[in-house]
């Protein structure tokens, strides 16, 4: 597996790719990331990572120590030195040393790495996190390092030999997947949640969205329930580096199936036409 690093636009070997134990990011999770696909030397929806990057800097008071066009710079040639035709990207900022443990506080640090990567094509089977996730707050919509009700709620998804797992917020209703977006069919009309939800504010939601309305597939962004989730026709997940994964059962006080149906078909083979071949 090729991994090609880089902290603050200094290309590092993998040995010696190392922060300091002092960095706020590891004592108090104080930074964010993101998580972007490449194909060959093109960095899909770059952009509207980069935005939501600030956003998120913006949100936690985060100085970004570096100009975007900068971090653009680094992320591209970081890739671009990966030679595996489709590639995953992990951006991560985190807060720099603090000053009470370090003795200073330094700037933050840009850490960009690179490896090559297989979008999984097999439909998931999920199941429901017992935790739920705060629909009211702010962080939701960003990236940020904390990040521990997705890990847990995955760790035993996988331990239970599930590929995922849902999300609902404490008002009862779907928010996501942990490492993705929901969508669902019911009648003929594409549904996904609101931010609203506690969902992620995800790329490739705004890309499938931007779709249906070109493309004239009737959608709608409404709360579920997850009664009403499981009584869907169709129901996909989405992200950056999933794209479009079709959804063959869920896990709930029983286990409901579902078919890989002609919307799901249509929209992942529109997205990846226009992510692969271009618009």
Known sequence: MRINCSINGKAIPKPQAKVSIFDNSLFYADGLFETLMAVDDRVIFLEDHLDRLEKGARLIHLALPYARDQIRRWICETNRKNK?????????????????????????????????????????????????????????????????????????????????????????????????????????????????????????????????????????????????????????????????IPVSSITADQTYGYEVGPITKRLRRLLWDSIFWGE
């Open 84 to 244: 595996d035709s489709i590639k995953k990207i992990r951006i991560t900022v985190t807060a720099g040393d603090s000053a009470f443990w370090a003795g200073k506080r330094t700037n933050s640090r840009v850490i960009i790495i690179t490896t090559g990567y297989e979008p999984p094509t097999k439909p998931f089977c999920l199941t429901v996190s017992p935790f739920r996730v705060d629909q009211g707050s702010p962080f939701r919509n960003v990236k940020t390092l904390s990040f521990i009700i997705e890990m847990t709620s995955r760790k035993r998804a996988y331990s239970s030999k599930y590929d995922d797992a849902i999300l609902l917020n404490r008002a009862g209703n779907v928010a996501e997947a942990t490492s993705a977006n929901i969508f669902w069919i019911r009648n003929g009309t594409l549904f996904t949640t609101p931010t609203s939800s506690g969902c992620l504010e995800g790329m490739t939601r705004k890309h499938i969205l931007e779709l249906a309305k070109t493309h004239r597939i009737p959608a709608r962004v409404k709360n579920i329930s997850l009664t009403g989730l499981l009584r869907a026709d169709e129901i996909f997940i989405t992200s950056s580096l999933k794209l479009i």
